[in-house]
Antibody, heavy 116, light 111 residues
Framework: QVQLVESGGGVVQPGRSLRLSCAAS????????IHWVRQAPGKGLEWVAL????????SYTDSVKGRFTISRDESKNTSHLQMNSLRVEDTALYYC?????????WGQGTLVTVSS | QSALTQPASVSGSPGQSITISCTGT?????????VSWYQQHPGRAPKLMIF???KRPSGVSNRFSGSKSGNTASLTISGLQAEDEADYYC???????????FGGGTRLAVL
């Protein structure tokens, strides 16, 4: 069955970097876009970034533009979210999801805590 | 990107029906049929309940239905059950940024 497994979260100081990974299995990875969605503690869902199935389209929410970069590695069925210049307000559980304009599969998330 | 507007909370008794609204603009909810709804229980990942405004994924109860009128989408849950108590989020494609935007979420209490 479809599996999305996030990793790479942790505690990091403001201004530092972190790279999240999403390992996909159980479906044809190259045929689907990958999105990252985050949820701050006790808050709602926030769409963060997407990369199209061919990797040609990338899009980001305004608050992470210029700091986060989404990528995909077809050879490893993996997506990455490179997060630079992290801010306290980036603290959240980061989910990897698959799909076009709706998400039928979600990972369990990886927690990113930005704190001094 | 501005979030879509949902009521913070709704409640209902077992067996009743409730409706959760999701209001956007003609650049998102009103302009496209890419509205989806997600159910999230505490400590769990979200689950897709409705996509493309009114389509139900395989395995989702037919007690859940979706619709749209103008700039407002709605999720209706009929025959409320205790297990429906959760947070519900709407999401829509937005042409403003060619991306996606979530609603603020609605907490459903089954009294």
């Amino acid at each position: 069955q479809v599996q999305l497994v996030e990793s790479g979260g942790g505690v990091v100081q403001p201004g530092r970097s972190l790279r999240l990974s999403c390992a996909a299995s159980g479906f044809s990875f190259s045929n689907f876009g990958i999105h990252w969605v985050r949820q701050a503690p006790g808050k709602g869902l926030e769409w963060v970034a997407l990369i199209s199935y061919a990797g040609t389209k990338k899009s980001y929410t305004d608050s992470v533009k210029g700091r986060f970069t989404i990528s995909r590695d077809e050879s490893k069925n993996t997506s990455h979210l490179q997060m630079n210049s992290l801010r306290v307000e980036d603290t959240a559980l980061y989910y990897c999801t698959k799909g076009g304009w709706s998400f039928d599969s979600w990972g369990q998330g990886t927690l990113v805590t930005v704190s001094s | 990107q501005s979030a879509l507007t949902q009521p913070a909370s709704v409640s209902g008794s077992p067996g009743q029906s409730i409706t959760i609204s999701c209001t956007g603009t003609n650049s998102d909810v009103g302009g496209f049929f890419y509205v989806s709804w997600y159910q999230q229980h505490p400590g769990r990942a979200p689950k897709l309940m409705i996509f493309d405004v009114s389509k139900r994924p395989s395995g989702v109860s037919n007690r859940f239905s979706g619709s749209k009128s103008g700039n407002t989408a709605s999720l209706t849950i009929s025959g409320l059950q205790a297990e429906d108590e959760a947070d519900y989020y709407c999401m829509s494609y937005t042409s403003t940024t060619s991306s996606l935007v979530f609603g603020g979420g609605t907490r459903l209490a089954v009294l």
